[in-house]
């Protein structure tokens, strides 16, 4: 069973910076994809920003540009730094990634750390 164990999440003003973390522990099985989603009171998970280990990257249209996902295979940690924040982004965000047995895929949810954009 993986754990995904997020943090970075917090209160900025609109234009600040933050930076999440997830780090990935606990499966043999090979990494998929991983990456992070967000969902605001009231509407859907949505995809912010995804690397699928043969190296395409996945961004939503409202973060291009603004936000950047990298990954540490080392550490089996994948970042988000999110540039220029605005209101709109206030949401749950969660880490998510996908593990491969070779002939099945597995999802795996972190527990959401809250993101904040208020002045």
């Known amino acids: 069973q993986v754990q995904l164990v997020e943090s970075g999440g917090g209160l900025v003003q609109p234009g600040e910076s933050l930076r999440l973390s997830c780090a990935a522990s606990?499966?043999?099985?090979?990494?998929?994809?991983m990456g992070w989603y967000r969902q605001a009171p009231g509407q859907q998970r949505e995809l912010v920003a995804l690397?699928?280990?043969?190296?395409?990257?996945n961004y939503a249209d409202s973060v291009r540009g603004r936000f950047t996902i990298s990954a540490d295979n080392a550490k089996n940690t994948v970042y988000l730094q999110m540039n220029s924040l605005k209101p709109e982004d206030t949401a749950v965000y969660y880490c998510?990634?996908?593990?491969?047995?070779?002939?099945?895929?597995?999802?795996?949810w972190g527990q959401g750390t809250q993101v904040t954009v208020s002045s």
């Open positions: 690397i699928i280990t043969h190296g395409t990257v």
């Open positions: 606990g499966s043999v099985f090979r990494i998929y994809a």
């Open positions: 998510y990634q996908a593990r491969t047995s070779g002939t099945k895929l597995y999802d795996y």
